[in-house]
């Protein structure tokens, strides 16, 4: 079982729409969650991070930690087509924060 | 700021040859890392360092992977002998102090062996 499990899609919504984007992991340990976006032929970028369970928001970003689930969702408010991209969840490995455990990745496309 | 710097953007080796990554992190940052992006996943942590010295390798091949972080210079990803499976996106990734909401990756470099 992979520590981090994402579905990857492709997810295909129309400008405007409200996108949840859902990852599961199995290690009790992971304390700290992030969310990164990465458009084709770029590096990861982080959007969102948090810690331990409930909401953070952030313009019309909304990451959300359930830590009885083990569930970690982003949500995106008004959708447009420059959210297009994949989005990555992530968590560094308990007793430090140099390794981070990545989800496969959702593509994610906002049509006009 | 020119951010976290990786070159090439696009390397094609033949099998056997050897691929030389480079990576120049942010200005002020001394905390490198390394991961892999193989098509249709994840990135995957696969070495960690600090000027002059290596502090997690836990994610490296065994065989034919280095990586280096000289006090002068980039960091060097440096894979020999490649082969096909070694072909995949490469990133790195640099951060002023150990914190996980501190990284900055780089745009990647794209190796391809034939």
């Known amino acids: 079982q992979k520590e981090v499990e994402q579905d990857p899609g492709p997810l295909s919504v129309p400008e405007g729409a409200i996108v949840s984007l859902n990852c599961t992991y199995s290690?009790?340990?992971?304390?700290?969650f992030m969310w990164y976006r990465q458009y084709s032929r770029k590096g990861p970028e982080l959007l969102m991070y948090t810690y331990s369970s409930g909401n953070k928001e952030d313009g019309r970003f909304t990451a959300q930690v359930d830590k009885s689930s083990k569930y970690i969702s982003l949500f995106i408010r008004d959708s447009q087509p420059s959210d297009s991209a994949t989005y990555l969840c992530?968590?560094?490995?308990?007793?430090?924060?140099?390794?981070?455990?990545f989800g496969a990745g959702t593509r994610l496309a906002v049509h006009p | 700021n020119a951010g976290v710097m990786q070159n090439p953007r696009h390397l094609v080796r033949r099998r056997g040859q050897e691929a030389r990554l480079r990576c120049s992190p942010m200005?002020?940052?001394?905390?490198v890392y390394w991961y892999r992006q193989l098509p249709e996943e994840g990135l995957k942590f696969m070495v960690y360092l600090q000027k002059e010295n290596i502090i997690d390798e836990s994610g490296m091949p065994k065989e034919r992977f280095s990586a280096e972080f000289p006090k002068e210079g980039p960091s060097i990803l440096r894979i020999q002998q490649v082969v096909r499976g070694d072909s995949a996106a490469y990133f790195c990734?640099?951060?002023?102090?150990?914190?996980?909401?501190?990284?900055?990756f780089g745009s990647g470099t794209r190796l391809t062996v034939v």
């Open positions: 200005k002020g940052h001394s905390h």
């Open positions: 990734a640099s951060s002023p102090e150990v914190r996980a909401d501190g990284y900055t």
């Open positions: 992530a968590s560094p490995l308990s007793g430090g924060y140099n390794k981070l455990i």
């Open positions: 290690n009790s340990a992971f304390q700290y």
